[in-house]
Protein backbone atom coordinates (compact mmCIF):
# COMPACT_ATOMS: atom_id res chain seq x y z
CA UNK A 1 0.00 0.00 0.00
CA UNK A 2 2.74 2.18 0.64
CA UNK A 3 4.25 1.49 -2.71
CA UNK A 4 1.23 2.69 -4.78
CA UNK A 5 2.39 5.31 -7.49
CA UNK A 6 6.07 5.10 -6.96
CA UNK A 7 6.41 5.06 -10.49
CA UNK A 8 5.41 8.88 -9.71
CA UNK A 9 7.15 9.65 -6.94
CA UNK A 10 10.00 6.98 -6.23
CA UNK A 11 12.53 7.53 -9.39
CA UNK A 12 14.55 8.34 -8.33
CA UNK A 13 14.17 8.11 -4.51
CA UNK A 14 15.68 10.85 -2.82
CA UNK A 15 17.42 10.21 0.39
CA UNK A 16 14.90 12.32 2.52
CA UNK A 17 12.63 9.58 1.18
CA UNK A 18 14.56 6.89 1.60
CA UNK A 19 14.43 7.51 5.17
CA UNK A 20 11.17 8.24 5.75
CA UNK A 21 10.35 4.52 4.25
CA UNK A 22 13.02 3.32 6.57
CA UNK A 23 11.06 4.84 9.51
CA UNK A 24 7.72 3.47 8.39
CA UNK A 25 8.96 -0.12 7.83
CA UNK A 26 10.83 0.86 11.23
CA UNK A 27 7.86 1.17 13.28
CA UNK A 28 5.85 -1.64 11.74
CA UNK A 29 9.04 -4.05 12.39
CA UNK A 30 9.26 -3.33 15.77
CA UNK A 31 5.20 -3.61 16.28
CA UNK A 32 5.36 -7.20 14.46
CA UNK A 33 8.47 -9.02 16.53
CA UNK A 34 7.78 -7.07 19.87
CA UNK A 35 11.31 -5.83 20.26
CA UNK A 36 12.17 -2.60 22.09
CA UNK A 37 14.06 0.69 20.32
CA UNK A 38 17.44 -0.33 20.91
CA UNK A 39 16.95 -3.38 18.64
CA UNK A 40 18.84 -2.64 15.41
CA UNK A 41 16.66 -2.62 11.90
CA UNK A 42 18.65 -4.37 10.02
CA UNK A 43 18.68 -7.25 12.29
CA UNK A 44 14.98 -7.17 12.64
CA UNK A 45 14.60 -7.21 8.92
CA UNK A 46 16.91 -10.47 8.31
CA UNK A 47 15.06 -12.13 11.67
CA UNK A 48 11.31 -11.52 9.44
CA UNK A 49 13.08 -11.89 5.76
CA UNK A 50 11.86 -8.43 4.49
CA UNK A 51 13.87 -6.35 2.31
CA UNK A 52 14.41 -2.87 3.35
CA UNK A 53 11.21 -0.41 1.61
CA UNK A 54 13.40 1.95 0.33
CA UNK A 55 15.20 -0.93 -2.20
CA UNK A 56 11.44 -2.59 -2.89
CA UNK A 57 9.87 0.71 -3.63
CA UNK A 58 13.10 1.38 -6.14
CA UNK A 59 12.02 -1.84 -7.68
CA UNK A 60 9.03 -1.77 -8.15
CA UNK A 61 9.74 1.94 -9.20
CA UNK A 62 11.79 0.67 -12.14
CA UNK A 63 9.36 -2.32 -13.04
CA UNK A 64 6.43 0.05 -13.78
CA UNK A 65 8.33 2.72 -15.22
CA UNK A 66 9.36 0.11 -17.45
CA UNK A 67 5.87 -2.44 -17.87
CA UNK A 68 3.37 0.02 -17.56
CA UNK A 69 5.11 3.54 -18.61
CA UNK A 70 6.82 2.16 -21.17
CA UNK A 71 9.82 3.98 -20.64
CA UNK A 72 13.71 3.12 -20.17
CA UNK A 73 14.70 3.58 -16.36
CA UNK A 74 17.88 1.61 -14.61
CA UNK A 75 18.08 0.35 -11.54
CA UNK A 76 20.95 -1.35 -9.81
CA UNK A 77 23.21 -0.47 -12.43
CA UNK A 78 21.26 -2.32 -15.23
CA UNK A 79 19.08 -0.33 -17.95
CA UNK A 80 15.12 -1.49 -18.78
CA UNK A 81 14.54 -0.96 -22.15
CA UNK A 82 10.73 -1.20 -22.54
CA UNK A 83 11.22 -2.41 -26.28
CA UNK A 84 13.05 -5.60 -24.84
CA UNK A 85 9.54 -6.61 -23.54
CA UNK A 86 7.84 -6.35 -26.30
CA UNK A 87 8.33 -9.64 -27.57
CA UNK A 88 8.28 -11.51 -24.59
CA UNK A 89 12.20 -12.58 -25.00
CA UNK A 90 13.33 -10.79 -22.14
CA UNK A 91 12.03 -11.95 -18.55
CA UNK A 92 10.61 -9.44 -15.97
CA UNK A 93 11.57 -11.66 -13.38
CA UNK A 94 15.19 -9.82 -13.34
CA UNK A 95 13.57 -6.92 -11.73
CA UNK A 96 12.90 -9.40 -8.33
CA UNK A 97 16.10 -10.78 -8.05
Known amino acids: MFLDGTA ?23 NITGTCSTSPIAALRIIE ?11 VAAYDRTTRLRKTSNYNNTNFNPNSYEDGTTSTQQFFN
Request: net charge positive; aromatic share 8%.
Open 8 to 30: AWAYPLSARQSRLLNSIQMKFLR
Open 49 to 59: GIIPLHIKAEQ
